[in-house]
């Protein structure tokens, strides 16, 4: 049972970059998926909820709201994360994270192992 994070790197404010969670080892549709983050020096920020039955309901920080795009793949088992007009306060480890069932309000169970994304001004 995992979550595996890719696609973070070193982009400059104003660009976009695309993170990745592949989940394995567990059914996918089963539970609702976040996106959390760390910057240096503080503590974890949430970022964005999806729900992996139905429709997939979407859910954003305001902090991120209308500039970064949470979506799923369900033949694929990953969720994105596509961030755009990134800024430097946008810089942070990024965790993947499973909830503990289909519905947002569950506590997280299930953690990757992150992705550093460095947004330089």
């Known amino acids: 049972i995992q979550l595996e994070e890719s696609g973070g790197g070193l982009v400059q404010a104003g660009g976009s970059l695309r993170l990745s969670c592949a989940a394995s080892?567990?059914?996918?549709?089963?539970?609702?998926l976040s996106w959390v983050r760390q910057a240096p020096g503080k503590g974890l920020e949430w970022v964005s909820d999806?729900?992996?039955?139905?429709?997939?309901?979407?859910y954003y920080a305001d902090s991120v709201k209308g500039r970064f795009t949470i979506s799923r793949d369900t033949a694929k088992n990953t969720v994105y994360l596509q961030m755009n007009s990134l800024k430097p306060e946008d810089t942070a480890v990024y965790f993947c994270a499973r909830r503990g069932s289909v519905y947002i309000h569950n506590s997280i169970n299930l953690w990757g192992k992150g992705t550093l994304v460095t947004v330089s001004s």
């Open positions: 999806i729900t992996t039955s139905g429709t997939g309901s979407t």
């Open positions: 080892g567990f059914t996918f549709s089963s539970y609702a």
